[in-house]
């Protein structure tokens, strides 16, 4: 099982950028796939996430309106779309990848099983 961000960069405040997760070895159709984000000296934090019928949430009121998730089962692909970067989005960005079995807490990173090395993503002011 693998799950492989990339995308991440250094834009301006207000820019955007578009994260991607492959992920291999396992069927994605069935699993819930979060992004998360950890900024030096802070928890990490869940962002958004996809669950397998497609449904999406934003964990966070800071990107509502900013940030959508979207998946492509077939292409075995989760991105994040990320607009109106702001500096306080300023992270390493990860995904991971849960396959639900009864009530789960989407936000939480404890949920998830699997974990890709993640991204950096560098807003400046």
């Known amino acids: 099982v693998q799950l492989q961000a990339s995308g991440g960069g250094l834009v301006q405040a207000g820019g955007s950028l578009r994260l991607s997760c492959a992920v291999s070895g396992f069927t994605l159709n069935r699993y819930t796939i979060g992004w998360f984000r950890q900024a030096p000296g802070k928890e990490r934090e869940g962002v958004s996430c996809?669950?397998?019928?497609?449904?999406?949430?934003s964990n966070i009121d800071s990107v509502k309106g900013r940030f959508t998730v979207s998946r492509d089962d077939a292409k075995n692909l989760v991105f994040l779309q990320m607009n109106n970067l702001k500096p306080e989005d300023t992270a390493v960005y990860y995904c991971?990848?849960?396959?639900?079995?009864?009530?789960?807490?989407?936000?939480?990173?404890?949920?998830?099983?699997?974990w890709g090395r993640g991204t950096q993503v560098t807003v400046s002011s």
């Open positions: 991971a990848a849960h396959l639900p079995t009864a009530k789960y807490q989407a936000s939480e990173p404890s949920t998830y099983t699997y």
């Open positions: 996809t669950n397998s019928r497609g449904g999406t949430t």
